[in-house]
């Protein structure tokens, strides 16, 4: 077999294996409400003006994705993500003009939420008396602001919320968000911050109720997940701006895994990080840069999203005026 025919073959396996996944998934519950209000904002922003007609949109993931493991679901496999750096990221994609759609994981962080307690209702309200409620003196600023930012970017059609838990769930809206984004071209931007399972219990082998323990050591196969990210870049979007993001805890494999990322997949930009410090330092691989964005608050930089989201808009320029031509 030749190199041509040995891609073209791998190529059908891995389409074969997606199909299989998508076909044996549950299906999403609320699918028709999220392909209307895909669809509605999609075409709010492909006719607002921006440079060159149509507002930037960007689909920011965030969270990381559980794995159940019985159909009617008591324990699953899950991960660390708290899904402060999508959030964080989307209010500066909003403040940079971008319409955002936000893929999270529900109970994770939310954008305009960071200065808010961990508790935000029974913290910042207070009992005046028996009917009547008020912000607590301490949060009235930052409930206030959250508000504001929240619902003007929501108004304003800059912000789409949806909400995944399992694998299932988050695959199946992302390819829908990709499939709808065709007509926005190089204006679409994928930012692929969620931690991602790598391994599933297919639906079909999985126990319909909850495993017993009566039965002793358990004994489990995960399947691994479908690589869906070179499909989702020349299939799905083949226009859109990739970044897509590598966590290792080992930061001797950290870049030479982002460059494979970079090269395997198509990306245009990779964001490596390190668990321990990712709040703190990131490096964005391209196909001829690493390039180190830092947290500074010296610079008025309070967060490593803030440089690094202003690093992704002007690639993303630079990529939109280099199709133009
Ligand atoms: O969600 P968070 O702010 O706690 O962490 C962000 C992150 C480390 C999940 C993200 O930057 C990232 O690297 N996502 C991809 C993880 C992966 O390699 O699958």
């Not at 509605?40 to 930037?56: H, P, Q, V």
């Not at 992302?174 to 679409?188: D, E």
């Not at 999203?305 to 202003?310: I, K």
């Amino acid at each position: 077999m030749d190199l041509g025919n040995a891609l073209e073959a791998t190529r059908a396996n891995l389409n074969a294996e997606i199909e299989s996944f998508f076909n044996s998934a549950p299906p999403l519950k609320n699918s028709v409400d999220i392909s209307e209000r895909l669809e509605k904002f999609i075409k709010i922003n492909e006719l607002a003006s921006g440079n060159g007609g149509g507002r930037r949109v960007v689909c920011v993931t965030s969270g990381g994705t559980t794995v159940p493991l019985e159909q009617r679901c008591v324990r699953y496999i899950d991960n660390f993500s708290s899904g402060h750096r999508g959030a964080t990221s989307t209010e500066y994609f909003v403040k940079a003009g971008y319409a955002v759609i936000f893929l999270y994981r529900r109970g994770t962080c939310q954008p305009y939420c960071r200065s808010l307690p961990d508790d935000p209702l029974l913290e910042c309200f207070e009992l005046t008396d028996e009917s009547n409620i008020k912000v607590h003196e301490l949060y009235s600023e930052a409930v206030k602001k959250a508000i504001t930012e929240h619902r003007a970017a929501v108004q304003e059609g800059l912000l789409l919320k949806l909400h995944f838990t399992t694998i299932f769930e988050y695959l199946q809206i992302l390819r829908m968000i990709a499939l709808s984004t065709s007509n926005l071209g190089q204006n679409a931007m994928f930012y692929l911050a969620a931690a991602v399972s790598d391994f599933y219990v297919p639906w079909q082998s999985m126990a319909e109720h909850k495993i017993q323990s009566a039965s002793g050591p358990l004994n489990m196969e995960l399947a691994q997940v479908p690589k869906m990210l070179s499909v989702l870049r020349q299939d799905w979007a083949p226009k859109a701006f990739f970044i897509s993001f590598k966590l290792e805890t080992d930061s001797k494999i950290l870049l030479q895994k982002a460059v494979s990322a970079l090269e395997k997949y198509k990306m245009n930009m990779v964001v490596a990080n390190e668990l321990s410090s990712r709040k703190e330092e990131v490096v964005v691989v391209t196909s001829s840069e690493k390039i180190s964005v830092r947290r500074n608050k010296d610079r008025g930089f309070e967060d490593v999203e803030n440089p690094l989201v202003q690093l992704l808009v002007e690639r993303h320029s630079a990529y939109i005026e280099s199709s133009d031509l």
